[in-house]
């Protein structure tokens, strides 16, 4: 067969708009067709608002009977957990359908992302969004406000920098750990069952202090998931208190480096995945 | 420089299938060489697991083949799948493209933008699709909310809404009434003349081949046993077309042209059944020769479905 990918094969006109206007098109309906089921809309956020409660409240209850958990008190505990929280709900309001990948195979939209002319995984992030999630972002917000404010904290550019690093950086990490999950679920029946026990026991362990762990906890979440540098290294870092592993006591500041890893993971776990898919091996 | 719109050399899938703790492998598509000339309307047609989905996918750029190579709309479509996708348009019978929570409209709205067609394009687009497929009643109307053959139709301009030199359709009359299957051919007819698409289609509806396509590649096990029109095919295993008679009086047997033979008579001799070859002799001579013989009340005639000729092909060749 002639090598054939002879330039344009027939004359398109140039594509319209920004390269990003799909994407946005997509999430523009998708946040105003949640928007107007309003009952079905509250319902959500309530729901969302419970849960996140509830997780809060689990902390509170924990520290009725110790004052103190790995050398964090209640306070810095809050940090952590604010921190932690925030993070989590966002990455899962903007990227949290990606660990539902089987539900995209079963029905063919993901067939159906092939016929279209942008990437897989990004036409697959953008193509929903779970406000309702809002709601528990908005109980971790608290937390983490409550938590600098009952916190004797050395305000100045460092801390407020060091907080916007471990903010961006702890969204970006659990953003990555649901791709990370999605590429899995390529392979694995019922795969989200295994994956679950990553992203939420990973989310679960982000709101620990590291110093509690034994040896294996501290290589899967420390690590290899890097769960310690969404909230609780920074809180560390931010507070001055121990860090685990023999790590500086600015550990806190390598949240970036977790962020990059965890996304060289999902890259890897999401190209084999596909790979996988298509039967390309791997 | 060919200007086949589809070529494939040797195309081969493969799959690996697990049966209890042993692995075994299934040919899927096996050895297919095929080429479709810009324009044409091919049917590809086969049992169910002849292969014919996983041919689409692979022309698609949804899988890759285990061996052989294969171009659409002269592209590679694994490695050029995005500068494939604004050339070709697919509707699968069974999974939709269109948004189910979201007024039909709108869904062609998040289309035009996700294909980046300019305003004036798409609006100039969307009106003679919605007036061609008749879709106008019920472009506010959800899509969850549709009727199957509202929502083939709303599919199949989706899936053209971006101007596609190579139309792909996975059995696109499954389930509809005669009255969607008739608009949705006449459609696809005009479309083609309109703007020269070319049409690939599989489907179980021999009315579909008969209507829509001017060749026929009929695949078995992976293998293509047949490509030609379809007339020839059907002269190939003898499928002939069934016309039954009810008659006002008791016949006991009819005086048949050449070409038509007697299938058999029930209600002592009321009701005939008479198969005949298209080809060799029409339906009113066969009619005229009846009626010579008797007063006709009523008549039907059969077509033979792609079904009954995939059987006679298959059971011709094992």
């Known amino acids: 067969m002639a090598e054939s990918p002879l330039a344009q094969p027939v004359a398109r006109p140039a594509p319209h708009g920004g390269v990003l206007a799909p994407y946005r098109a997509v999430l523009a309906s998708r946040i105003r067709s949640q928007a107007s089921y309003r009952t079905s809309f509250g319902l959500d956020l309530g729901s969302s608002l419970l849960v996140g409660l509830t997780e809060l409240a689990e902390v509170a209850v924990l520290f009725t009977s110790v004052s103190a958990i790995g050398g964090f008190d209640l306070a810095a505990m809050l940090l952590v957990f604010g921190l932690a929280d925030l993070c989590f709900s966002l990455a899962d309001m903007v990227v949290g359908h990606c660990d539902n990948l089987p539900e995209y195979v079963r029905t063919g939209r993901l067939d159906v992302f092939y016929l279209r002319p942008q990437p897989l995984l990004l036409q697959l992030v953008t193509s929903d969004i779970s406000l309702r999630r809002l709601a528990r972002a908005a109980v971790g917000l608290v937390a983490l406000v409550v938590g600098l404010v009952v916190n004797d904290l050395a305000w100045g550019a460092g801390a407020v920098g060091l907080l916007a690093v471990a903010l961006v950086s702890g969204t970006v990490t659990f953003a990555a750990l649901f791709v990370w999950a999605g590429g899995l679920q390529f392979f694995l029946v019922n795969g989200s069952e295994m994956t679950n026990a990553f992203v939420y026991g990973g989310r679960y362990a982000a709101t620990q202090p590291g110093t509690v762990w034994g040896r294996p906890l501290v290589v899967v979440f420390g690590f290899f998931f890097p769960m310690a540098f969404t909230a609780y290294l920074p809180a560390a870092t931010l507070l001055g208190l121990d860090t685990f592993a023999g790590l500086p006591d600015w550990a806190g500041w390598l949240a970036p480096v977790a962020a990059v890893w965890a996304w060289v993971a999902a890259g890897l776990s999401w190209r084999t995945g596909v790979r996988h898919y298509q039967g390309a091996g791997g | ?148 053959g509202q929502r083939m139709r709303a599919e199949v301009a989706a899936a053209l809404l971006h101007r596609p030199r190579l139309v792909i359709l996975d059995e696109p009359t499954i389930g509809l009434d005669v009255l969607s299957k008739q608009r949705l051919r006449e459609f696809l007819v005009t479309e083609r003349r309109d703007h020269g698409t070319t049409l690939l289609l599989t489907t179980h ?114």
């Open chain 2, 1 to 148: 420089m060919t200007s086949h719109i589809i070529e494939t050399d040797g195309l081969t899938r493969t799959f690996r299938v697990r049966e209890g703790v042993r692995r075994r492998t299934v040919v899927a598509v096996d050895d297919l060489s095929l080429r479709v000339e810009a324009g044409e309307a091919v049917g590809y047609i086969g049992a169910n697991g002849a292969g014919k989905s996983t041919t689409i996918k692979m022309l698609c750029g949804i899988l890759v083949p285990t061996s052989g190579e294969v171009r659409t709309c002269r592209l590679r479509p694994v490695a050029e799948r995005r500068r494939l996708a604004r050339e070709i348009g697919v509707v699968f019978g069974q999974r939709s493209q269109l948004w189910w929570d979201l007024p039909t409209g709108e869904s062609f709205a998040l289309l035009a933008a996700i294909h980046r067609l300019s305003p004036a394009d798409a609006a100039a687009r969307r009106e003679e699709l919605v007036e061609r497929l008749e879709l106008g009643e019920f472009l506010t109307t959800p899509v969850r909310q549709l009727s199957l």
């Open chain 2, 205 to 318: 509806d021999m009315g579909d081949v008969e209507r829509l396509c001017d060749r026929v590649v009929l695949v078995d096990r992976g293998r293509t046993v047949h490509d030609g029109s379809l007339g020839a095919l059907s002269r190939t295993v003898g499928a002939q077309r069934v016309m039954t008679v009810d008659l006002a009086s008791s016949v006991p047997s009819l005086a048949l042209p050449d070409g038509a033979t007697h299938l058999g008579e029930e209600g002592h001799g009321l009701r005939h059944r008479i198969g005949f070859d298209p080809d060799r002799v029409t339906a009113a001579a066969v009619l005229a020769a009846v009626s010579a013989d008797a007063e006709v009340l009523d008549l039907s005639i059969e077509e033979p479905d792609v079904e009954d000729v995939v059987r006679r092909v298959y059971r011709s060749r094992r």
